[in-house]
Each structure stands twice: as structure tokens, then as C-alpha cells.
């Protein structure tokens, strides 16, 4: 069993409370604004208003680790100690930018708190460490199999003292909301380079550039995600300074890759928070509704599922954990096998556990009445988010055989 630290469970209850005073009675508001607004990407007044209350409650940039922990309020928080947090912050999909835990910005900073300079921190990452602005990350694009990240077309192309790009990309997260200012980047900047890993560089976009144009938001399962929103962008002789470039050029997959890992763990987090919550709602409802003389919990098919829906959250979140302890005392890539294994179980794991709760609510699991249908969607596209499954398997797979066969 997994013991998290006093640091840890301090924060935990105190985001408890938080949630319970602040998220919750606020989720139908937070609905009601959508319903009612001319503009869907425009900042959310009630937000605002949380993330002032989480800041003055300490509940701020909880995400970031012992490591950057120059960069937070706080001492420091690991992979482990996280995990609950993340999970609490779960059960309602829009919270974690409350507290400034929402992805891609999470990332975004990360990658700017371990290879930007002081002078693209000190315009970018302070900002968003106070949640003043929000981030993208520009890495799929519609005309190439993305899932091989060497495979991107967007050219970055120097040009005296500046970098040119040119190029397509889409699913953009973040890009519609009109607090996000900047955007990171992976093009192709050496595409004749002999090591297909260091063709690809990454830049600091400005969402101001001339020539960034937004084509059209984008949904998954109908779902525009908004304010944030997942967009198709065009890029069209757009021009940064020399300075925008991230680490150096050619670093762009090595980029990409001491990113992802912590993403992908931090999404599993969360959708094990709201699988838990749809698991509580299916109870509550099997108690309260009848059907041929006897409530819904009296039937074995309902305790069937139920009993499944248990297992696979307890076998996920045990997982998830094994995963963030050795991410702690190895690192990201001491932990790949095990950052595969939760990525492509995880996400499908909660999408059949949610679509076990959402049944058990009849039509109304269907509905935006509860949060399953849109907790369904989440876990969803992350099969696809951070590279898909079958990558992922592949990878893990050619892994576990060399292992075990001694090849």
C-alpha cells in the first residue's frame, strides 16, 4: 500500500473542503454561463472568482514538483503525493484550472521551467504561474500520422534573425480561449538531418503573430470543450525571433518526450476521479429507482456491474500509483514501461467503467444532468491525446520481449 506524505494528506484535505464549498455548489452555474453566452471562449467571470479563493487558500500550481519548487508557494509536490490531488480535482472536469492544474498548461510550464531561458520565463512562465494567461501546444496536425511525431510537416525555417513557419496543425486544446497568448510549437527545422529525431525543433508562438490564423474550433463526440476549445490552426509565414526557439534546435522530439510522461499520468489521475464520482452517482441511483418490484441494486446484472466498476477503478488508481512511485525514483524514463501501461489501460479502463454508470442512469446517463456523458468523452480522446493506444502498445510491447527474452 502506498503511503503519501503528511505534506500530501494536508493538501488533500484542504482541497476536499475547497471542493466541497466551492466546486460543487458552482457546477450548475458553471453550466448555465455556457448555456447563456454570446461568446463560448471568453474567460468565465465565476473562474475568475474561484481561482481567487484557491490562491488565497494555498491551493495554487499544485502540480509542480520538489524539483522546480522555485517555481510554487509550496515545498514541492512528487508524482505520488500529486496523484490524489489530481484525482480530487477529477470529479469535475473543469476544475483544475481553479487551481491552475489544467492541461496543457501544466506542461506547457513544465517544459518552460526545464528548458526555457530566464528571458522566456520571465515573459511566459510567470504569467502563467499566476494564471494570467493560458498556453497551447502545437504538435498534431491533420495531413501526416502524428502518432509518429517524426512525422510532422510544419516547416521552421530560418531566415536571417528570425524562424519562418509554415504549416498545418489541429486539436489544439487551449487555442479558442481567448486568455491563451502563446502557443509552443514542434515543426520540422532540419528535415534532410540523417537522425529522424533531431529534424524537429520547438518555438514560442505568440497567438498575436501575423499570419497564426484560427481555421475553426474543433469537437470530440460533439463536445466543443469550451472556453478552452480544440482548434485547427494555419500557419502562414508566421515570424518569431531566434530567441523563441526552446532548448535549442533539433531538440524538439527530446522536447516532446520529457513532456508527455508526466501528461499522461496527470490525465490518468483525473479520470480516475471522475469514473469514482460516476461510480458514487450509480449507487445512489440503484438504491433510488425501481423496476419490476424491486430497486435497481436488487438486480445481479446492477451488482455485476457495480462489482466490475469497483475493480477497475481500484486497479487503475494502484497502477497509477506504482507508476508515479517509480516516476519518483527514477524519473520519467526510468518509468516508461510502466507510463505505457497505464496511458493505454487507464483511459479505457474509466471509459468502460463510466459507460457501465451512465447505463445504470438509463436515458439520463445520456444527458448533461450528470457529469458521465462529458466524463465519457474525456476519457475518450485521451486514448487518442499524448499519442494513441496502439503506439503506446507497441512501444511497451518490444519492451516487455526484450526483457523477458533476453534479445
Known sequence: MYQFSEHSQEFQARLQTFMDEHIFPNEDQYAQHLHHTDNRWAPIPLMDELKTKAREAGLWNLFVPPGLAQFADHDGMSNLDYAPLAEMMGRVLWSPEVFNCNAPDTGNMEVLMKYGTEAQQEQWLTPLLAGELRSSYAMTEPQVASSDATNVE?????????????????????????????????????????????????????????????????????????????????????????????????????????????????????????????????????????????????????????????????????????????????????????????????????????????????????????CMAEGFNYARWCRQADGPDQVHQMALGKMIIKRYSNG
Open 154 to 370: 510544419l516547416r521552421i525555417e530560418r531566415d536571417g534573425d528570425e524562424w519562418v513557419l509554415n504549416g498545418r496543425k489541429w486539436f489544439i486544446t487551449n487555442a479558442m480561449y481567448e486568455r491563451t497568448k502563446i502557443f509552443i510549437v514542434m515543426g520540422k527545422s532540419d528535415p534532410e538531418n540523417e537522425n529522424r529525431h533531431k529534424q524537429q525543433s520547438q518555438v514560442l508562438v505568440p497567438k498575436s503573430t501575423p499570419g497564426l490564423e484560427l481555421i475553426r474550433p474543433l469537437t470530440t463526440l460533439g463536445y466543443d470543450d469550451a472556453p478552452l476549445g480544440h482548434a485547427e490552426l494555419l500557419f502562414t509565414d508566421v515570424r518569431v525571433p531566434l530567441e523563441n526557439i526552446l532548448l535549442g534546435e533539433g531538440r524538439g522530439f527530446e522536447i516532446a518526450q520529457g513532456r508527455l510522461g508526466p501528461g499522461r499520468i496527470h490525465h490518468c489521475m483525473r479520470l480516475i476521479g471522475i469514473a469514482q464520482r460516476s461510480l458514487e452517482l450509480a449507487c445512489v441511483r440503484a438504491e433510488a429507482r425501481t423496476t419490476f418490484g424491486r430497486a435497481l441494486s436488487q438486480h445481479q446484472s446492477v451488482r455485476e456491474e457495480i462489482s466490475r466498476c469497483f475493480s477497475e477503478i481500484e486497479m487503475a488508481r494502484l497502477l497509477v500509483l506504482k507508476t508515479c512511485a517509480r516516476m519518483d525514483e527514477l524519473g520519467a524514463k526510468g518509468a516508461m514501461d510502466l507510463i505505457a501501461a497505464s496511458k493505454t489501460s487507464v483511459p479505457i479502463m474509466m471509459q468502460q467503467v463510466i459507460d457501465r454508470c451512465m447505463q445504470i442512469h438509463g436515458a439520463g446517463g445520456l444527458t448533461e444532468d450528470y
